[in-house]
């Protein structure tokens, strides 16, 4: 197709959470392409204008200019750059077959050169690599933030009612005129009497806002069930030590907890069903079936439902499930010291880790110095007519990818880090606060966090049967061998050996 006879489609596209605040907004790139199609005179068949990440495949405007450009409604696309098309490998490569396929002839670019040769579609691939280079950069840079404010005992996030976010110092602090409103809160909640309407009429009344606005009665549910109150960070499910200052203590969140669930309860048993803590867990082994639970004479049974076909499994008693659940998760926990012995074991193998890394990549930057030295050392010898320019290729050629292999493993070491000792730190951390869940005497929170260290569960013969997850299963095998008294010295040592 002649040139004259091309026509092209205009993309743009911003989204309302484009990282790169630089990028012109939508009217400034319409208003930029247009002129820059008025002056290479380029026809423009239609306009597409998207509001949509590009970070990730399902743009539906995007969808459309490539439906629109397989029919041949155009032959070429007129954007401000790449990554405006595209900033994942799967919208980029869409792209670059359609040129393969000679659907699109032109990829015109203020800011760009593309020119549709086996290097023009190369610089394009790189282009795109590039925009998603930097959106997975940017995605990681602020996970690694996140993880190191909650190290640091500090919420990545908007501070909860009763506190303000100090953005001087980069940390939270309690606000004093709704603290002891958000106090009061609990210590109305927690004597029983206050349904939660109720006690959204009374604290409302005495002034407990957030931005001058009421809260609901969901507001209030949502503030009684944050631990933040009491010192800790819950953070994708994830428990971490703050630095704030509490605005009340562990037992009053603790009470708080219990008369929710109590009216919960309460709640399930007016509508007819049972608070049975172990509903839809278990399965039975000879059939597959769940494990449902009734309640005779005043105690809970658990027992197969038999819903596929006939099953000898006997009743179970609720109460020796619990047993059996606080057992095993006594074989899975930590005392305190013991875990913060071997937090401080692990402190120390860091700091080894990082010595030795150190050294290696230091030994690896010498090697590299001596590589470009080598290199400069080459082309001096060609120069001077000691290495024909085979010989020089084929040097040449071995030291830079050396030099590439070198440069590769100097980037793991940056990439990993201390990372590489974080699961075993939460691991820890985790074991320790197994012992303070038992210790609350909670089936439904002992069920949690069994649900989470263990899969494949069964009630067979009256017994729990299920794996335990890597690394538990270490840890109850090693308390089950060492016993408590053996244990204290050496709990670092049953996961590194």
Known sequence: MEKSNRRYFLYARKSTDEPDRQILSIEAQLAELRDYAKKEGLPIA???????????????????????????????IIAWHPDRLARNSI???RIIYLVDIGKVLELKFPTFWFDPTPQGKFMLSIA???????????SENVKRGLRQKLRNGILPALAPLGYLNDTAAHTIVVDQSMAPLVRRTFELYATGRYPLRELRKTMNAQGLRRRQKDLAVSNYQKLLKNPFYYGVIKYLGEIYEGKHTPLISKALYDKCQEV?????????SKKGLKPYVYRGVFRCPDCGCYITTE????????????RTVACDQPFVR?????????????????????????????KKEAIKAAQ???????????????????LGQLLDMTLGGKLTQEEYAQSKAQRINRKKEIEMKLAAFARQGDLRFEPLIGFYKAASLVGETLAA???????????????NFFIGGKRISFKLKSPWEKLQKFNAAQGAAAGKSGVFKFWGG
């Not at 795109?128 to 940017?138: A, E, P, R, T, V």
């Not at 005779?296 to 658990?302: A, D, F, S």
């Open 318 to 346: 609720e109460e020796r499930i619990d047993e059996q659940v606080r057992d095993i998760l006594k074989g899975v926990s930590l005392p305190p010291a013991l875990a913060a012995e071997a937090l401080d074991n692990i």
């Open 441 to 455: 005497e909670n089936p439904a929170e002992n069920l949690q966090i069994l649900k989470n260290i263990g899969s």
């Open 295 to 306: 309640t005779q004479k005043g105690h809970n049974y658990l027992h197969c439902t038999k």
């Open 128 to 138: 795109f690599g590039q925009s998603k280079y930097f959106i997975d950069n940017l």
């Open 46 to 76: 239609r306009e597409f204008i998207e509001h949509k990440t590009a970070k990730e495949p399902g743009r539906d405007v995007f969808n459309e200019m490539v439906a629109a450009l397989e029919q041949g409604g155009a032959q070429g």
């Open 260 to 268: 929710m669930r109590a009216k919960s309860r309460h709640t399930h």
């Open 91 to 93: 919208d980029g490569g």
């Open 356 to 374: 030795a890394g150190e050294e290696a990549a230091q030994n690896l930057r010498g090697e590299i110095d001596i590589l470009n030295s080598e």
